[in-house]
């Protein structure tokens, strides 16, 4: 098969490969399995949970964007495909649905590490799953645990510390951390709550003076670990990065690199300084623009190559989207890669990050849809996830 290069905002350096056997596979998976589309169960909800305990992360069920990747794996031929809520009834309801494998389009319900509960309890169940396993999922979730990956591996990020109730009243003029992160940095901050979603309780706060006050406005709303960062005043981009596979045009094409796809700028309006939440604002049309492979070169090879690393040197095994944001110099550092990205498809009143970022490369959700799919049977199928045989059985070998 010949190698074919595909747009500019692909690896240029290496092909990309028609893969016909991975796709055959895929399909034949896709029409056999029994697949469930988990979303985030509601603790309030009658026998959810045991117990309702504390949300360190602003809870949201997903359910929606959950129907939306259920009627894609519809149209892509799979026959039974049941959407349920992740919560203690969920094991019952899969041994009742005969799943054969689950995707997990959810952040959890409560409690400490919720990112990777769903993760933990497939894993516990023995039932194959699409999404990071359940220490990937935590910890990308934690933003002061991933920070200290980033710093750890040389990626750049923003000079950063975290600070919980233990550390005691934080004082700039005093706190040793604080120096030592921040000894070179001239500009001001950010603090933002270490679980965090969609730019809640996000402050921009100008003097060191004011931050021991947003930490504990931070801490009050959300009863977690708090992270001071310093501000990036540049512009705001996102990239997805996934395995290297990826349908465009009916055909399924392997890589040698993660995909970096959906390369988009995110337009702050003028003194908006904390793009606004997606809570207040749907993302729309408006909000967001595709990277022109032509006008957007310089920055789209910065942030394609920062992508790509993140997700190789994190060992990282399907889909994030990785927040930047660019220096005065415009130099690019990552704010975050967000585990579970919103993948709502597309509607004329809104839309997804990502969603709106695929036709740059050809494609459309599903095959988005398809492509996820595809990498994780690639996964499996190399023993990589300890259910090579399970896989290999509904994907016809
Ligand atoms: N260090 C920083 N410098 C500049 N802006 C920042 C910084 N950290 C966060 N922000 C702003 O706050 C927004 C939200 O921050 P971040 O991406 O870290 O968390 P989040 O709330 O999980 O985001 P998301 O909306 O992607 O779920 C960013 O999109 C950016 O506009
Ligand atoms: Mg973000």
Redo the contacts with the bound molecule.
């Keep these: 098969m010949p190698a074919r290069r595909l747009s500019p905002s692909d690896d240029m350096s290496r092909p990309w490969v028609a893969d016909t056997h991975l796709q055959g596979l895929t399909e034949t998976f896709l029409r056999s399995a029994r697949i469930a589309v988990i979303h985030a169960g509601d603790s309030r909800a009658p026998g959810a949970v045991l117990r309702p305990s504390t949300n360190f992360r602003p809870w949201k069920s997903y359910k929606a964007v959950a129907e939306d990747l259920a009627a894609a794996l519809t149209r892509l031929g799979t026959r039974d495909v049941a959407v349920f809520a992740e919560d203690m009834m969920l094991p019952e309801r899969l041994r009742r649905h005969g799943t054969d494998f689950a995707w997990l389009n959810t952040a959890g319900v409560q409690g400490a590490g919720c990112a990777g509960h769903a993760a933990a309890m497939m894993e516990m169940l023995g039932l194959a799953y699409l999404g990071h396993g359940p220490l990937m999922g935590a910890l990308l979730d934690d933003?002061a645990v991933f920070k200290r990956q980033l710093i750890a591996l040389g990626l750049p990020t923003?000079p950063a510390l975290s600070w919980q109730p233990a550390d005691g009243a934080f004082d700039w003029r005093t706190d040793p951390r604080f120096h030592h992160a921040f000894r070179n940095w001239e500009g001001s901050f950010?603090v933002?709550p270490v679980n965090?979603?969609?730019?809640?309780h996000?402050h921009h706060v100008t003097r060191a003076a004011e931050l021991a006050g947003a930490i504990l406005d931070v801490f009050d709303a959300t009863r977690n670990g708090v992270l001071v960062?310093?501000?990036?005043p540049g512009r705001?981009f996102c990239a997805a990065v996934c395995g290297p596979a990826m349908r465009r045009n009916g055909q399924l094409y392997h890589g040698e690199a993660p995909f970096v796809f959906s390369c988009i700028e995110?337009l702050l309006d003028a003194g908006e300084t904390?793009?606004a939440?997606?809570d207040s604002r749907p993302i729309s049309r408006d909000r967001i623009r595709p990277l022109d492979p032509a006008k957007d070169a310089a920055v789209l090879d910065e942030l394609t190559a920062l992508a790509r690393r993140v997700y190789r040197e994190l060992s990282i095994e399907t889909l994030v989207r990785l927040?930047v944001?660019a220096a005065a110099d415009g130099r690019l550092f990552v704010?975050?890669a967000?585990p579970k990205p919103d993948l709502k498809a597309p509607s004329p009143e809104a839309t997804s990050i990502i969603a709106e970022g695929l036709a740059a490369s050809g494609m459309d959700y599903d095959d988005l849809v398809f492509s996820l799919m595809a990498d994780r049977l690639a996964t499996g199928l190399s023993g990589l996830r300890g259910d090579r045989q399970h896989l290999a059985a509904l994907a016809g070998l």
């Excluded at 965090?196 to 809640?200: M, Y």
């Excluded at 960062?229 to 990036?232: A, D, S």
């Design positions: 933003k923003a950010v933002k965090g979603r969609a730019s809640l996000v960062e310093g501000y990036l705001e995110r904390i793009f939440s997606m927040d944001r704010l975050e967000n």
